[in-house]
């Protein structure tokens, strides 16, 4: 197996400058690194005050530093941008995941749209990029701006509605204490799937163009399925809510991503889509759960849990790119990848005495569509 990449490699800082492995996750470092510190402390923000205007102004922000990335010149103002992207991102997400819980009221499926709708664009995220990129180069990124501002149009029309400002704005004092403890192992255990999403999203283009012999086309082809199961695993786990506890689904989620990153790591040829495509509903189904269950464990400080279970222990997993990456550089990228397949383990073990939150009373929850506990006051008039 080849241990250097070959010339399919992205060009990320100039176009005469093809990266490593550790180098091309640096960039994914960048980009992690400041929305994953940034996002708790928005998140903290958002508790003390309702900052609606965060999510088409995070958007702009978001789209501007990828915009310049393909035009920065060098492989530092490159970073640069992708922090400034990151940033961006931080801004809109605890903010944005506060809204989402407000406009679904009782239940999980509107979260799960929610995370539908950024599944899905990360889905389409490498045609658009290889469509922009490889029709007129670097110097077309600038293009990629355009879907930031289409969302950020979408998000004032939305806050300028009739009614919706007064109801985003409204605030009231929190519905009960926090459980920091429940809540702590929860962030663990998405932290364990963090690590296994960023490493398959950052080397599975690679990977698959290795392990299949198809070339640049069948990478791109397997991020689409790693992206796409993931905006499908969203709205699953949303269903399979309103019959199971929402704690019961990710267990078995995590065990069932146990399996199947082990046969996206180690098996050849075609099979490997669909052990990514089960890899990646197996790591989604429980993606917008664990945003409400960390809501649900601090509702006292529900911007803080959203900055964290949205942020922090998502983006950690970037943060460890840069290690599979020289690990990669000096073996090969199956022997860097192959550390992944226990993390789900890992995960279902943080889980698997953790409960349900607790409805007033101190009983457990029950299932989404059997009378989950209603949203907290403090997100509604």
Not at 8 to 21: D, E
Request: charged share 10%; proline share 8%; hydrophobic share 50%.
């Amino acid at each position: 197996m080849n241990r250097r990449p070959g010339p399919a490699v992205t060009r990320a800082c100039c176009p005469a400058c093809a990266l490593g492995y550790a180098a091309a996750s640096g960039v994914v470092l960048a980009a992690a690194l400041l929305s994953s510190v940034a996002q708790p402390l928005f998140g903290a923000l958002t508790d003390r005050r309702p900052v609606p205007w965060l999510l088409p102004a995070g958007t702009l922000l978001a789209g501007l530093g990828i915009a310049l990335s393909g035009t920065a010149g060098s492989y530092a103002l490159t970073l640069l941008c992708v922090a400034v992207s990151g940033t961006g991102v931080a801004a809109c997400h605890p903010e944005s995941a506060r809204v989402a819980r407000l406009a679904g009221g009782d239940g999980h499926r509107a979260m799960a749209w929610f995370s539908f709708g950024g599944n899905a664009g990360f889905a389409l995220a490498p045609f658009l990029v290889a469509a922009v990129v490889g029709t007129g180069g670097l110097d077309r990124t600038p293009l990629l701006a355009l879907p930031a501002r289409a969302g950020a149009a979408l998000s004032l029309a939305v806050l300028r509605a009739p009614g919706q400002r007064r109801r985003l704005l409204a605030r009231e004092p929190a519905a009960g204490p926090d459980d920091r403890a429940s809540f702590l192992r929860l962030s663990l255990a998405v932290v364990c799937r963090s690590v296994v999403f960023t490493g398959l999203s950052s080397f599975l283009s690679l990977y698959a163009a290795q392990r299949t012999g198809g070339g640049p086309a069948a990478g791109t082809a397997a991020l689409f399925v790693l992206y796409l199961g993931g905006a499908a695993g969203s709205v699953l786990g949303g269903r399979l809510a309103g019959r199971w506890h929402r704690v019961t689904v990710c267990r078995g989620a995590y065990l069932l991503s146990a399996v199947a990153v082990a046969g996206a790591v180690f098996v050849p040829g075609p099979a490997l889509y669909l052990c990514v495509a089960l890899t990646s509903a197996g790591l989604y189904v429980p993606f917008s759960l664990q945003v409400t269950l960390g809501q649900d464990y601090m509702p006292a400080h529900v911007g803080t849990a959203n900055g964290i279970t949205l942020g922090l222990t998502v983006s950690a997993g970037g943060l460890l790119s840069p290690v599979i990456g020289r690990v990669a550089d000096a073996t090969s990228l199956r022997t860097a990848l192959a550390p992944l397949v226990p993390m789900p383990v890992l995960s279902w073990l943080l889980l698997r005495t953790l409960t349900e939150p607790a409805v007033p009373g101190g009983r457990p929850g029950p299932p989404a569509g059997g009378g989950q506990r209603a949203v907290p006051k403090s997100w509604v008039q």
